[in-house]
T-cell receptor, first 113, second 114 residues
């Protein structure tokens, strides 16, 4: 499974757009990129997943360049409730890997008023 | 649909004891995974069960074991507890055909070993 590197922490203010970048230089051809969000004392929550280019849902956007060696999670107009740890995961599809997630350190996002 | 439930939510044990944690997956989910989260090591994968069989395993000692029942409910057991086993234990469930990483996590069981 590809190793990921993210900033340890980030600060932002309410209403701003936040971009968290994840490096995954050794990403394999069949790897997908997924982001999870975790609040204190809760389990992680799936945010978004993508393979290439851009993916958008009601919560966030995921930008993946052509070489796929990095990805950027974009949170539009954050609020205080977006304060959480954000994890970038990279791994393949397939039932043999479905149940096994490898989490890195994550990025602690602090949103200030 | 009800989410993943874990019981108990909090537990205090002493060194040398054993503990059993329970997880009920989302209805219809057949895969159940367990994770340990500590401030020092972060989130670490313990094992995954699918159709009552262990399908994936992380790098934890044999004191950590699990099982899955025919209704997909799962239990995790830790024997001979050590102080370092104090952690938040998370259970996650997913569908058989789900794409990679679409797991749904429960609230966790906070285990404190004294």
């Amino acid at each position: 499974l590809a190793k990921t590197t993210q900033p340890i922490s980030m600060d932002s203010y309410e209403g701003q757009e936040v971009n968290i970048t994840c490096s995954h230089n050794n990403i394999a051809t069949n790897d997908y990129i997924t982001w999870y969000q975790q609040f204190p004392s809760q389990g992680p929550r799936f945010i978004i997943q993508g393979y290439k280019t851009k993916v958008t849902n009601e919560v966030a956007s995921l930008f993946i360049p052509a070489d796929r060696k990095s990805s950027t999670l974009s949170l539009p107009r954050v609020s205080l409730s977006d304060t959480a740890v954000y994890y970038c995961l990279v791994g393949p599809h397939g039932s043999s890997n479905t149940g096994k997630l490898i989490f890195g350190q994550g990025t602690t996002l602090q949103v200030k008023p | 649909k009800a989410g993943v439930t874990q019981t108990p939510r909090y537990l205090i044990k002493t060194r040398g004891q054993q503990v059993t944690l329970s997880c009920s997956p989302i209805s219809g989910h057949r895969s159940v995974s367990w994770y340990q989260q500590t401030p020092g090591q972060g989130l670490q994968f313990l094992f995954e069960y699918f159709s009552e069989t262990q399908r994936n395993k992380g790098n934890f000692p044999g004191r950590f074991s699990g099982r899955q029942f025919s209704n997909s409910r799962s239990e995790m057991n830790v024997s001979t507890l050590e102080l370092g086993d104090s952690a938040l234990y998370l259970c996650a469930s997913s569908l058989e055909t789900v794409t990679y990483n679409e797991q749904f996590f429960g609230p966790g069981t906070r285990l404190t070993v004294l």
